[in-house]
């Protein structure tokens, strides 16, 4: 099954743009989690906010979860030709196992 | 973290015959391992969740007798796409959670392996 919806499913900026992903969940939720996957390649987890935070940051990358209305974003400032990959969110509905959005594919140009 | 190797890379293999995939938790004794499969520009599908020293528990809809998964040690779990058809060829992700039993928190995953099934 699928828990995170996310939106755009693509999006195309050009270095040094910001870059804005929308993830939308359907079940109540411990923590969401935002991984990055390049082509072809494993996902890497980029970072995790728990259900009692607003907004979490990690160097240029901010998260925000808003409960009530069950989504979350990431932002990516000042994007770089080496973003380019696909996020994807992730949450707990299945209480251990993680279970991923559709994603957003990300192509930052030079 | 943890470093999840997963072996082999890619495999093509014809219809018919049976692939082992191996995953192997290379710093982390890892009780719980998740299988997962991915199709060309979509997202993760859960698979089954490999457990050390028990049966693996698999989602609606997998065939367990058709995806074998062991997991016989801490640091070792493997999936074996059992006589394996072109419809199987798919990218398959292993994953292994780290945090306390009731939590999920980070998985680290495995590098992936694309299967082929002629």
């Known amino acids: 099954s699928q828990q995170g919806e996310e939106d755009p499913q693509a999006l195309s900026i050009q270095e040094g743009e910001n870059a804005t992903m929308n993830c939308s969940y359907k079940?109540?939720?411990?923590?969401l989690q935002w991984y990055r996957q390049n082509s072809g390649r494993g996902l890497v987890h980029l970072i995790l906010i728990r259900s009692n935070e607003r907004e979490k940051h990690s160097g240029r990358l901010r998260v925000t979860l808003d409960t009530s209305k069950k989504s979350s974003s990431l932002l990516i400032t000042a994007s770089r030709a080496a973003d380019t990959a696909s996020y994807f969110c992730a949450t707990d509905e299945a209480g251990t196992a993680l279970i991923f959005g559709k994603g957003t594919t990300l192509s930052v140009s030079s | 973290g943890a470093v999840v190797s997963q072996h082999p890379s890619w495999v093509i293999c014809k219809s018919g015959t049976s692939v082992k995939i191996e995953c192997r938790s290379l710093?982390?004794?890892?009780?719980?391992m998740f299988w997962y499969r991915q199709f060309p520009k979509q997202s993760l599908m859960l698979m089954a969740t490999?457990?050390?020293?028990?049966?693996?528990?698999?989602e609606q809809g997998v065939e367990k007798d058709k995806f074998l998964i062991n997991h016989a040690s801490l640091t070792l779990s493997t999936l074996t796409v059992t006589s394996a058809h072109p419809e199987d060829s798919s990218f398959y992700i292993c994953s292994v959670k780290t945090g306390g039993p009731s939590t999920n928190e980070k998985l680290f995953f495995g590098s992936g392996t694309q299967l082929s099934v002629l």
């Open positions: 710093d982390f004794q890892a009780t719980t």
């Open positions: 490999s457990n050390e020293g028990s049966k693996a528990t698999y």
């Open positions: 079940t109540s939720i411990n923590n």
